[in-house]
């Protein structure tokens, strides 16, 4: 059974994850994402592109880490190759608008799959976080861009306390572009849908790929980097005994003195 669905209404592809109850990400569902999204980049009918979700109240909670927990090194780094890199690489080159609809958590890989539309519209009740730091791992994609949107010393409190942070939060921090009432999160993201498909569509396509080439400023290369560094992370004692207390619900037992 499918985790995502696409359709196009009134010239905008809606691709919607739909895998309950969470949204968690496993390898099959992020290559559902890829492969909708590169349907959408070249759909003629689609002039814009929504990501979103068909479960109420849920974006995204991340990564499954099931699993993580139950594969090979090899396979994690094929699933971050997955999610950093080839979601940023289409995203890159999509030639079209993308806007995120998010109610509900958006947290770790539910945040990277946020993040990587042009456009964020919260509902009041969205919540957003990076919680790997508590089960040992980092979210090493944000180092890259969150910096550059929040600034350093706020970036670091994300990012290594592992808070809830909630939509109000997060559009004053920028990441997000709008915050509505949570049954008009699709409704405001189709809107803008709207108008950005009512404009030349080859005037679009080329200024997005000149905006796109503008902000990247080594930004893809700090993605192929992090894949690398959480990969080392992965590796670790503290990052295996980390995903296994989580799986297993337990409290961690972490390693009394830090890695070199």
């Known amino acids: 059974m499918k985790s995502v669905t696409y359709e196009v209404r009134d010239d905008v592809a809606e691709i919607m994850l739909d895998h309950a109850p969470v949204n968690s990400l496993t390898k099959s569902m992020i290559a559902e994402v890829l492969d909708a999204l590169t349907r959408a980049s070249n759909d003629v009918s689609a002039r814009a592109v929504i990501l979103g979700s068909s479960i109420p109240k849920i974006f995204c909670a991340g990564l499954n880490l099931n699993q993580l927990n139950s594969g090979t090194n090899a396979d994690a780094r094929a699933l971050l190759e997955m999610l950093y890199v ?16 998010v109610t509900g958590p958006a947290r770790a890989g539910g945040m990277t799959m946020a993040i990587s539309c042009d456009m964020v519209v919260a509902g009041k009740s969205a919540t957003f976080g990076y919680p790997e730091i508590d089960i040992g791992i980092i979210p090493a994609i944000h180092f890259t861009h969150l910096p550059r949107i929040v600034g350093k010393h706020r970036a670091f409190d994300l990012l290594f306390t592992g808070r809830m942070f909630g939509a109000d939060e997060a559009a004053t921090l920028g990441l997000v572009a709008r915050v509505v009432d949570d049954d008009l999160v699709l409704e405001e993201a189709r809107k803008l849908a709207r108008v950005f498909a009512a404009k030349p569509a080859s005037i679009m396509r080329m200024g997005r790929n000149n905006f796109m080439n503008a902000i990247d400023n080594g930004y893809r290369q ?35 003195k830090p890695a070199k």
């Open 222 to 256: 700090g993605v192929a980097a992090a894949v690398e560094n959480l990969c080392n992370v992965m590796a670790t004692d503290d990052a295996r005994e980390g995903i296994a207390a989580y799986v297993e619900k337990r409290r961690p037992a972490w390693a009394k």
């Open 86 to 101: 080839r979601m940023t690489d289409i995203q890159f080159s999509l030639g079209k608008p993308s806007i995120a609809a």
